[in-house]
C-alpha cells in the first residue's frame, strides 16, 4: 500500500507566505504535476480499490459466505456503481422513495438487503 506520507507531498507543495512566514498554512498551494499526471494517479487508486474489493469477494466466495455463482467482477461494478451514485440521486428519485414514506436510512438499509440476499450463501 502507499504511504500517506507520499500523498501529502505529491498533492501539497508549501511555499512562503507574502509575509516570509513558512509556518502555520500555506498561503498557496501549487500543483507539482500536470492534470494528466494527477489523472493517472486516480485511475491507479481507483484499480487497487476495484482490486481490493474483487478480491474480498472471491475470499467471501471461498469462505462460503458469498454464493459460489456471484461473479466478482459484476459485483464490484455494481457495488462500485451504487456506492459512488447513490448520495447524487436525482431529486424526482429522492422525491419518489419520500412519497412512499421511505427516508435516504431507510433506503441504505433495504439497498444492503437486497444485496445481502443475492449474493449471501
Known amino acids: 500500500m502507499r504511504s500517506i ?5 505529491l498533492y501539497i507543495k508549501r511555499v512562503q507566505r507574502t509575509d516570509g512566514d513558512f509556518t502555520g ?3 498557496l498551494v ?3 504535476f500536470t492534470v494528466s499526471e494527477y489523472l493517472n494517479e486516480i485511475t491507479i487508486l481507483r484499480h487497487e480499490i476495484l ?3 474483487s478480491k474480498s469477494i472471491e475470499q467471501g466466495k471461498k469462505e462460503g459466505s458469498i454464493k ?5 467482477v ?3 461494478v455494481l457495488m462500485t456503481l451504487i456506492t459512488s451514485n447513490i448520495d447524487n440521486m436525482p431529486n424526482d428519485l429522492k422525491n419518489l422513495l419520500k412519497s412512499q414514506g421511505i427516508n435516504h436510512n431507510n433506503f441504505l438499509t433495504d439497498i ?3 444485496i445481502d440476499s ?3 450463501n
Open 74 to 76: 459484476e459485483l464490484t
Open 112 to 114: 444492503n438487503h437486497f
Open 51 to 53: 482490486d481490493i474489493l
Open 30 to 32: 501549487i500543483p507539482k
Open 5 to 9: 506520507k507520499k500523498y501529502e507531498d
Open 118 to 120: 443475492m449474493i449471501r
Open 25 to 27: 498554512t500555506p498561503s
Open 68 to 72: 459460489p455463482d456471484v461473479n466478482s
